[in-house]
């Protein structure tokens, strides 16, 4: 399997930017679309934004739409999450994972049952 380690995360002031980091190893990501995921204190794990394997193909939560940017460089075996305008609300832990059931390069569904070699994930703090 592919395992994935995200960095960036870290304390940011509301309206400030991260950009996340999700590398990959054991295999490469040539052929898996990616997704990022987070999950609040006390909350279910919700999709933020997918990717498809080349990166031409992007789907966003309403909730981050115009504000974050998913993408990937293959040649690095890694995905980003460029997180920019941030809200105290977006304060979660944020992971990646890979669509374990892409077919071919499309955007998958933006559900997370489809998604598994999770990394452990990687905080992000907005202060209001």
């Known amino acids: 399997q592919v395992q994935l380690v995200e960095s960036g995360g870290g304390l940011v002031q509301a309206g400030g930017s991260l950009r996340l980091s999700c590398a990959a190893s054991g295999r490469t990501l040539r052929n898996y679309a990616m997704g990022w995921f987070r999950q609040a204190p006390g909350a279910d794990r919700e999709f933020v934004a997918t990717?498809?394997?080349?990166?031409?193909?992007?789907s966003y939560a309403d909730s981050v739409k115009g504000r974050f940017t998913i993408s990937r460089d293959n040649a690095k075996n890694t995905v980003y999450l460029q997180m920019n305008s941030l809200k105290p609300e977006d304060t979660a832990v944020y992971y990646c994972a890979a669509d374990l059931f892409t077919h071919s390069d499309l955007v998958p569904p933006p559900n997370v049952r489809r998604f598994g070699s999770w990394g452990q994930g990687t905080q992000v703090t907005v202060s209001s």
């Open positions: 990717i498809s394997w080349s990166g031409g193909g992007t």
